[in-house]
């Protein structure tokens, strides 16, 4: 069946220093896939959404990879805020576009 | 800027009591979603609707589900006899396309809670 990874560990890291997440998929062959970010009690935000035929994708200090032969996209943040401090939603559409899967996400603390 | 609203924002009910939770979604987007999220748990997704009609429904959405948009504005979910295990934030989205351009912007949530 379909799958999709994120490290459930939370990633504790120190202001100013680069965040990078992990999202791994199994049987899927996506044409693409986002990213979001979730703040406690509220509905995901849109980040970033990168193509297949994309292999990097920027926007600001945010940074993803896609990598289709690993089955992986790595996501990053440079030089990283306490206001970064969320979790992070990877997400992948089915064959029909229809339907969004997401991970369980990345929690992420910056310290300052 | 245009968000997503949802009402209310809390709701708590009865097991085996009908509940409806409502959606405002952006005013030119064409699809619409349903998910639900259980405390410390991943966000999954209930139920698509494009052009009227169910686009695509997930397992979890069975018979004691549906959906509507009764008018040019809300989008509604309903559950006819909620069990405990119902109890989640439900979260609406839309989006103005679907596919590679598919940015999704999710509402504020219902937090549902069945006792």
């Known amino acids: 069946s379909q799958k999709i990874e994120q490290n459930s560990e939370a990633l504790n890291i120190q202001e100013g220093k680069t965040a990078t997440l992990t999202c791994n998929y199994t049987?899927?062959?996506?044409?693409?896939l986002q990213w979001y970010r979730q703040d406690p009690g509220r509905g995901p935000v849109f980040l970033l959404l990168?193509?297949?035929?994309?292999k990097e994708k920027r926007k600001e200090r945010l940074k993803v990879t896609f990598d289709t032969t690993l089955k992986q996209s790595l996501f990053h943040i440079t030089a990283s805020q306490p206001a970064d401090s969320a979790t992070y939603l990877c997400?992948?559409?089915?064959?029909?576009?229809?339907?969004?899967?997401f991970g369980a996400g990345t929690r992420l603390f910056v310290k300052a | 800027e245009p968000e997503v609203t949802q009402t209310p924002s809390h709701q708590v009910t009865q097991m085996g009591q009908e509940v409806i939770l409502r959606c405002v979604p952006i005013?030119?987007?064409?699809?619409f979603y349903w998910y639900r999220q259980i405390l410390g748990q991943k966000v999954e997704f209930l139920v698509s609707f494009y052009n009227n009609e169910i686009s695509e429904k997930s397992e979890i959405f069975d018979d004691q589900f549906s959906v509507e948009r009764p008018d040019g504005s809300n989008f509604t979910l309903k559950i006819r006899s909620t069990k405990l295990e119902d109890s989640a934030m439900y979260f609406c989205?839309?989006?103005?396309?679907?596919?590679?351009?598919?940015?999704?912007?999710f509402g504020p949530g219902t937090r549902l809670t069945v006792l």
């Open positions: 049987n899927y062959s996506p044409a693409y």
């Open positions: 997400a992948l559409e089915d064959t029909g576009g229809f339907k969004t899967i």
């Open positions: 990168i193509r297949e035929n994309e």
């Open positions: 989205a839309s989006s103005e396309k679907r596919g590679q351009y598919n940015e999704q912007f």
């Open positions: 005013s030119n987007h064409l699809y």
